[in-house]
């Protein structure tokens, strides 16, 4: 199955997706998983709403896994993002990678989140136990 862009409100399973990547050229493979913590800088977090513009957020997804495939020689690059109500414990976002050697794979896999933090059209917005906040870059 290989490499894939995914932006769904439903949870993913980080074996399936390694399972998929993993072919005989790979010698290394790097994932990310973003989880939703329970506090953030002191502030108790309830819930998390992530919103997005889905058509565009895939395209962005789309044109970074191009340039890191490129850049880093990656032979497969999936990247699921989460969008709707989360809980603390629950999975964000997965970026993971396969390339044939290591070095490669984590710097895909670093360049990835760092880009998707900067250019993929997100917002968070998160419900505290005293109010509600919208957390600027929706990461």
């Known amino acids: 199955m290989g490499s894939m862009i995914l ?3 439903d949870d993913f399973s980080v074996d ?3 399972r998929k990547i993993r072919n005989k050229r ?3 493979i790097v994932s990310f998983v973003g989880v939703v913590r329970e506090d953030d800088s002191g502030r108790k977090i309830k819930m998390l ?3 997005t513009y889905k058509g565009m957020a895939e395209k962005e997804l789309s044109d ?5 495939m490129e850049k880093y020689d990656l032979e497969e690059v999936t990247i699921i993002h989460r969008i709707g109500s989360l809980s603390p414990g629950d999975n964000i976002v997965l970026i993971a990678v396969a ?6 794979a984590f710097a895909g896999a670093e360049f990835l989140i760092d880009e998707l933090k900067k250019v993929v059209p997100l917002w968070k917005k998160e419900i505290l136990e005293d109010g509600e906040v919208w957390v600027e870059g929706g990461h």
């Open 7 to 9: 932006v769904t409100n």
């Open 16 to 18: 399936e997706v390694l």
């Open 26 to 28: 790979t010698g290394a």
């Open 49 to 51: 709403e992530m919103e």
């Open 64 to 68: 970074l896994k191009d340039k890191a």
């Open 99 to 104: 390339s044939g050697h290591r070095k490669e």
